[in-house]
């Protein structure tokens, strides 16, 4: 005996909502986002990935990889 009140439009969108929210990604703020204003300043000033990486260390006393820094910036379309 079928539901007569079934919609398969209407369950369909409800399941394509719910797996949408599923998949969003959260986003963590980064460590290198606290200084966002320096490394830009830096990097437009000429500096390569390996100075801010070596500048954050020394001046900032934040350990990253190479090419955390290098992503950090093509993630914000800067690099």
């Not at 369909?12 to 980064?30: E, F, I």
């Not at 020394?58 to 690099?79: C, D, F, K, P």
Request: net charge positive; no cysteine.
């Amino acid at each position: 005996m079928p539901n007569e009140n079934f919609n398969p439009v209407v369950a369909l969108s409800r399941l394509r909502a719910d797996a949408k929210v599923r998949r969003k990604k959260s986003y963590r703020t980064s460590r290198l986002d606290l200084v966002a204003g320096e490394l830009v300043q830096l990097y437009r000033a000429g500096a390569t990935p390996a100075e801010l990486q070596r500048w954050l260390a020394s001046e900032r006393r934040i350990r990253v990889t190479h090419s955390t820094v290098a992503r950090w910036l093509r993630g914000r379309e800067i690099g």
